[in-house]
Structures are given as structure tokens and as C-alpha cells.
């Protein structure tokens, strides 16, 4: 079922407060060391997950379109340097195809309001924070982009407007690792990313800042 759009979460800015409290205990926890003793330690790690995204309505003045995406699902890869330990920095890529409402008042559109799929995708550098044998916390923090674009109606299938749409972006997420050895460990990450879009003049918008949550499981293996 589609949200309302005037139906929006709290903007839950408590979350980025949270975490970033968290980054003193974190870092002070790695130096009192946690590595498994008399194991090489990789400096670079490669990273692959998946899990479940849901985003909020947005407002498209420029395109003159309304896009309500549904919850779906997304890929997530990633690689980073250890600077020091427990503290890793590096370039992140997400992907998600989600089906979605398409809503236009544009001349000559194809769709008035459709059922469609389009594509959210983010790029960018993101700070990793966290580590050490067994269980232990992550903090990973991202700023980058956020490429809105690919939308299609589903019957008949037509290309919709815009073919892209890229803003600023920057975020968090929260979670659990489990080291299996000194180079490979699962990870189970809850993220929040705000994307900064261009300010709507229609009553329906809910202001600049697009939200996307997700929850993700993956692994991580030193190179």
C-alpha cells in the first residue's frame, strides 16, 4: 500500500546525535586493542551485502512529478583502508530497483499516475568505525550522492521524466559485526540516509530532506 503524502515520520534527527555520541566509546575500545593475537591483520577490505530499503515521497517540480516509492530490496558494496585500528575510511555504492507510484501534470506525459519502477542508487565516501574478535559495534557514516533516474512505467512500458535526478547526500547506520577471523566478518546494519532535493512549491511536498532507511546483512573479507 502507497503512503499518503502528507502522512510523514518524525524526522528522527535523534539517530545522527546518537551515533555520533557512540564515536568516543567506539574509539576508545579499539585501542585498548581486540584483533585476534598472531594473525596478520588486512589493511584493505572489500565489502558485499543486501537487505531491505524504504523512501519517502518526493515532490519533483523540475520534472513536474511525484514519485511514492514501495519498501524493496537493495544491494550494497564497498572498500576501504584501514587508517588505524577500528577506524577504516573508503568509497561506498548502493543500489535499489523499486517499484513505486508515478504521479505527473506534465504536457504530453505517458502517465498521469502509473505503476512504475525506478532507480535509487548513492556513491560516495563513507568512515567505518568499529571492529575486534566476536561480536562488536559498527558506526558507518556516508556522504556522497543520491541518483534518483531509470523510471519506467510498467503497462505499456514507456520511459518517464527525468531520466535523472542526482542531490547531496549524508547519513549513518548503526549496527553489529561478528569477526570470524582477523578477514572475514558478518555485519548487520540498520542505515539512515537524508538526501538534500530541490525545494517544492506544492502543498503536497514535506520539505527538502528525502529519507531513506534501510536494514542490511553482509560480509566483509580483508584482501
Known amino acids: 500500500m502507497h503512503r499518503h503524502p502528507a502522512v510523514r515520520p518524525p524526522l528522527r534527527h535523534s539517530l545522527l546525535l546518537a551515533l555520533v555520541a557512540l564515536v568516543p566509546a567506539l574509539l576508545g575500545a579499539q ?24 523512501s ?11 514519485w511514492d516509492f514501495d519498501a524493496g530490496f537493495m544491494l550494497r558494496g564497498s572498500i576501504e583502508r584501514e587508517i588505524r585500528q577500528g577506524v577504516a575510511v573508503g568509497l561506498v555504492f548502493n ?8 504521479s505527473s501534470t506534465a504536457a504530453g506525459t505517458t502517465c498521469t499516475r ?24 559498527i558506526v558507518d557514516l ?35 559485526g561478528y569477526s570470524l577471523s582477523n578477514d ?5 546494519v540498520q542505515d539512515a540516509v537524508y538526501a538534500l532535493h530541490e525545494r517544492s512549491t506544492s502543498p503536497q ?12 546483512i553482509g560480509v566483509r573479507v580483508g584482501l
Not at 598472531?38 to 589493511?43: I, L
Not at 572475514?184 to 548487520?188: E, I, P
Not at 511536498?205 to 542490511?216: C, E, P
Request: aromatic share 14%; with cysteine.
Open 31 to 54: 585501542e585498548r586493542g581486540g584483533v585476534f593475537p598472531g594473525v596478520r591483520t588486512p589493511v584493505w577490505f572489500v565489502s558485499a551485502g543486501t537487505g531491505f530499503q524504504v
Open 56 to 66: 519517502d515521497y518526493i515532490v519533483d517540480d523540475a520534472s513536474a512529478s511525484t
Open 95 to 102: 543500489y535499489a530497483r523499486l517499484p513505486m507510484l508515478y
Open 114 to 137: 502509473c505503476a512504475a519502477d525506478g532507480t535509487i542508487s548513492s556513491y560516495g565516501a563513507t568512515v567505518r568505525l568499529g571492529g575486534g574478535p566476536g561480536l562488536h559495534q
Open 142 to 176: 556516508f556522504l556522497g550522492a543520491m541518483r534518483y533516474g531509470n523510471f519506467e512505467q510498467k503497462s505499456p512500458r514507456a520511459t518517464l521524466s527525468p531520466s535523472s535526478n542526482t542531490d547531496l547526500a549524508f547519513g549513518a547506520g548503526y549496527g553489529f
Open 184 to 188: 572475514w566478518a558478518l555485519t548487520f
Open 205 to 216: 511536498a514535506g520539505g527538502r530532506l528525502a529519507r531513506h532507511f534501510t536494514t542490511r
